[in-house]
Nanobody, 114 residues
Framework: QVQLVESGGGLVQAGGSLRLSCVHSGSIFGINAMGWYRQAPGKQREWVAVITSDRSGGTTNYADSVKGRFTISRDNAQNTVYLQMNSLKPEDTAVYYC?????WGQGTQVTVSS
């Protein structure tokens, strides 16, 4: 059973940075793509970023709204996926979720004040 545990959320001023972490356990890490999603109050969950499997080269892709500001990466030694978020905006406020296939983490709250 895959488990995903996010951390690193918090309150930050606009223009600031946060790094989210997602620790993976319960299966072999790196064989599947992993992604970050977010859900703001009253809105549907939306995709933010993805990193492909090691076999697929670990390539990354981003939603247009975060491209150039967010970076997704993976540390296979730590079984962890990161989301580095820079130049944060109030509209980035949401609960951020880590995803691998059918599996989701519990989410971590990111609040950006103006």
């Amino acid at each position: 059973q895959v488990q995903l545990v996010e951390s690193g959320g918090g309150l930050v001023q606009a223009g600031g940075s946060l790094r989210l972490s997602c620790v993976h356990s319960g299966s072999i890490f790196g064989i599947n793509a992993m992604g970050w999603y977010r859900q703001a109050p009253g809105k549907q969950r939306e995709w933010v970023a993805v990193i492909t499997s090691d076999r697929s080269g670990g390539t990354t892709n981003y939603a247009d709204s975060v491209k150039g500001r967010f970076t997704i990466s993976r540390d296979n030694a730590q079984n962890t996926v990161y989301l580095q978020m820079n130049s944060l905006k109030p509209e980035d406020t949401a609960v951020y979720y880590c995803n691998e296939g059918y599996y989701w983490g519990q989410g971590t709250q990111v609040t950006v004040s103006s």
